[in-house]
T-cell receptor, first 115, second 113 residues
Framework: NAGVTQTPKFQVLKTGQSMTLQCAQDMNHNSMYWYRQDPGMGLRLIYYSASEGTTDKGEVPNGYNVSRLNKREFSLRLESAAPSQTSVYFC??????????????FGDGTRLSIL | QQPVQSPQAVILREGEDAVINCSSSKALYSVHWYRQKHGEAPVFLMILLKGGEQKGHDKISASFNEKKQQSSLYLTASQLSYSGTYFCGTGAYSGAGSYQLTFGKGTKLSVIP
């Protein structure tokens, strides 16, 4: 049982390059999330998708776009990478928080460095 | 707004107890607790819903005071395996009606022999 799978695990980009981070879950969850984690800042929500076909901005959406390709897959795109986007990116999934009691399951993260 | 966690860091000897606090300025629907070991993904510990309940498993438990918008995580008789960074996540509905989880900056717990 793979859970939440993120690719790639590591990536180095030059300023201005673009790339897409991939995330797939096999738990049949409706909701998916993208977070970034910077030292001393905790996890900050970039975008989320409450269900297939919907996406919403989180706390720090600037510079990012997302696509909910189907129920399993949720991708995060950096159109023009900036050094400030150097971070560890985590994808997570859960059942919809209908009663607020649904845990989030995290992938292993993508470590992204932008030079 | 991120919830505020305290302390930021704590060092314990095996067998000692610790309390990690999480407070929010917003009305809360739920509180999640996660533990993250260095270089790994956060792992779910427990969820508390409004109603002032207390939950626990093994020697880790938590409480949620809805009126004070605070939650506390209690670790008793700490083990080396408890080391890591603990995050609280506070759940609330936004003005647009969507539900979001906002994480605190974390509390780094180190258990030494």
């Amino acid at each position: 049982n793979a859970g939440v799978t993120q690719t790639p695990k590591f990536q180095v980009l030059k300023t201005g390059q673009s790339m897409t981070l991939q995330c797939a879950q096999d738990m049949n969850h409706n909701s998916m999330y993208w977070y970034r984690q910077d030292p001393g800042m905790g996890l900050r929500l970039i975008y989320y998708s409450a269900s297939e076909g919907t996406t919403d901005k989180g706390e720090v959406p600037n510079g990012y776009n997302v696509s909910r390709l189907n129920k399993r897959e949720f991708s995060l795109r950096l159109e023009s990478a900036a050094p400030s986007q150097t971070s560890v990116y985590f994808c997570a999934s859960s059942e919809p928080p209908g009663t607020g009691d649904q845990p989030q399951h995290f992938g292993d993260g993508t470590r992204l460095s932008i030079l | 707004q991120q919830p505020v966690q305290s302390p930021q860091a704590v060092i314990l000897r095996e067998g000692e107890d610790a309390v990690i606090n999480c407070s929010s300025s917003k009305a809360l629907y739920s509180v999640h607790w996660y533990r993250q070991k260095h270089g790994e993904a956060p792992v779910f510990l427990m969820i508390l819903l409004k109603g002032g309940e207390q939950k626990g498993h093994d020697k880790i438990s938590a409480s949620f005071n809805e009126k004070k918008q605070q939650s506390s995580l209690y670790l008793t008789a700490s083990q080396l395996s408890y080391s890591g960074t603990y995050f609280c996540g506070t759940g609330a509905y936004s003005g647009a009606g969507s539900y979001q989880l906002t994480f605190g900056k974390g509390t780094k717990l180190s258990v030494i022999p």
